[in-house]
Nanobody, 122 residues
Framework: QVQLVESGGGLVQAGGSLRLSCAAS????????TGWFRQAPGKEREFVSA????????YYADSVKGRFTISRDNAKNTVYLQMNSLKPEDTAVYYC???????????????WGQGTQVTVSS
């Protein structure tokens, strides 16, 4: 089992920045890929970004490419999502998730955090 706890969400004006953190505990975190997903009201949950633990590969949705940066700190078992140039359409609940496979498919993520709200005002 892997437990994930997100933090760092909040209210920010358009153009501002936030950094989300995902702290993991439980099984050896280095075995997993960690992804960030988000869900806006009335919309389906969507992929935002992911990072591999063995390969260090990073992946981004087109909508956030160039604005968001994912990174990890193995020693702290924590994954970060630095979000810059935020837009009102980035408003959503952001979830951290872990998978045993290096995948971007939501259904293949086994463990999920509780989510953290990000609100971007115009």
């Amino acid at each position: 089992q892997v437990q994930l706890v997100e933090s760092g969400g909040g209210l920010v004006q358009a153009g501002g920045s936030l950094r989300l953190s995902c702290a993991a505990s439980g099984r050896t975190f280095s075995m997993y890929v960690t992804g960030w997903f988000r869900q806006a009201p009335g919309k389906e949950r969507e992929f935002v970004s992911a990072i591999g633990w063995r390969t260090s590969n990073t992946y981004y949705a087109d909508s956030v490419k160039g604005r968001f940066t994912i990174s990890r700190d193995n020693a702290k078992n924590t994954v970060y999502l630095q979000m810059n140039s935020l837009k009102p359409e980035d408003t959503a609940v952001y979830y951290c998730a872990a998978s045993a496979r290096e995948t971007l498919i939501i259904a293949q993520y086994d463990y999920w955090g509780q989510g953290t709200q990000v609100t971007v005002s115009s």
